[in-house]
């Protein structure tokens, strides 16, 4: 094998590598995103909020959030506007009305704030959407 073939041998060999591993990690992105949007609807449902199916659409989740947790239409723009400019305000309006989601559904509050752990977040989002408080 000459030393062009062996160099076009791998530049196939690494695009099929990297093209693989896109394609997994797109995967996983979209089964995150399901299993959030899906816990956010259930969670929505058990509250009696109207159109919960929003959770499946960027932006009109966080309308659903706040809907949820009862608060108005001005909690809503500033999610929207801080979303693109500074998403830790984004975040943490979000974690204080998850905090009252948790509350309204029968968990204490602080079950809220333990969504900001990674992975761990997983559990909490199936807490609060498929079982019941004791």
Known sequence: ??????????????????????????????????????????????????NSWFAFIPFLNLWLICQMGDRDNNWFIIMLVFMFCCGIVTAVMAILIMMDVAEKLGFENWWGILLIIPIFNFYVLYKLAFTEPR
């Open 1 to 50: 094998m000459g030393a062009l073939a062996q160099v076009t041998y791998n530049y196939h060999v690494s695009t099929g590598i990297s093209f693989g591993l896109l394609l997994v990690i797109i995967l996983v992105d979209l089964a995150v995103y399901i299993f959030g949007a899906f816990c956010l609807m259930r969670m929505a449902d058990k509250l009696g909020v109207e």
